[in-house]
């Protein structure tokens, strides 16, 4: 079974759209977060919710919304998609617990054309 | 704000051969302590961590780490080197408390040569 997983997996559309990539984590983790990988694998840190709270909203477009209708799920939808959007989205899950890791899930590869 | 360094973009190593992937970290207090690797297309994998206790830590597939207060470093190290294990690896820090962002490294890209 997938610890986290997202969907789509690769995702391509036009500059301009809206669009939505959904994660969902069967760990019981309460910590949920969205990064972001650019095209030189560089990671940071989007959003992180705890129990469908914003706890952590770094500096991103507010073209960026995300959303948590439970703690199991954490979307990111994005609007009026631009050019240097296209990157890797990774979501990811961890225990409410300060010590424990995150996990992964394989990415959603958006390219925006 | 913390921040995590790797100095090595790109290494290659032989099979067999051992290796050291650097990290230095900058951070107030005693940090929380990872790396990662990540296979082409593929999410990150949690190779192992460090919390507190023995500042030698031992991960999957043969990895360990070495956590060195004075050196703000945390190199990740492997005694023989497989074919398999060409990836990309990912050395990260996180702040104690809960829900804590992750700060990652640039990323070290892991060659082997056959």
């Known amino acids: 079974d997938t610890a986290v997983s997202q969907t789509p997996k690769y995702l391509v559309t036009q500059m301009g759209n809206d669009k939505s990539i959904k994660c969902e984590q069967n760990l019981g983790h309460d910590t949920m977060y969205w990064y972001k990988q650019d095209s030189k694998k560089f990671l940071k840190i989007m959003f992180s919710y705890n129990n469908k709270e914003l706890i952590i909203n770094e500096t991103v477009p507010n073209r960026f919304s995300p959303k948590s209708p439970d703690k199991a799920h954490l979307n990111l939808h994005i609007n009026s998609l631009e050019l240097g959007d296209s990157a890797v989205y990774f979501c990811?899950?961890?225990?409410?617990?300060?010590?424990?890791?995150?996990?992964f899930g394989d990415g959603t590869r958006l390219s925006i054309l | 704000a913390q921040s995590v360094t790797q100095p090595d973009i790109h290494i290659t190593v032989s099979e067999g051969a051992s290796l050291e992937l650097r990290c230095n970290y900058s951070?107030?207090?005693?940090?929380?302590l990872f790396w990662y690797v990540q296979s082409p297309g593929q999410g990150l994998q949690l190779l192992l961590k460090?919390?507190?206790?023995?500042?030698l830590v031992q991960g999957i597939k043969g990895f360990e780490a070495e956590f060195k207060r004075s050196q703000s470093s945390f190199n990740l190290r492997k005694p023989s080197v497989h074919w398999s294990d060409a990836a990309e690896y990912f050395c990260?820090?996180?702040?104690?408390?809960?829900?804590?962002?992750?700060?990652f490294g640039t990323g070290t890209r892991l060659q082997v040569t056959l």
């Open positions: 990260a820090v996180g702040a104690r408390g809960t829900a804590s962002k992750l700060t």
């Open positions: 951070y107030g207090a005693t940090p929380y």
């Open positions: 460090y919390f507190s206790g023995d500042t």
């Open positions: 990811a899950s961890s225990p409410n617990q300060g010590n424990q890791p995150q996990h």
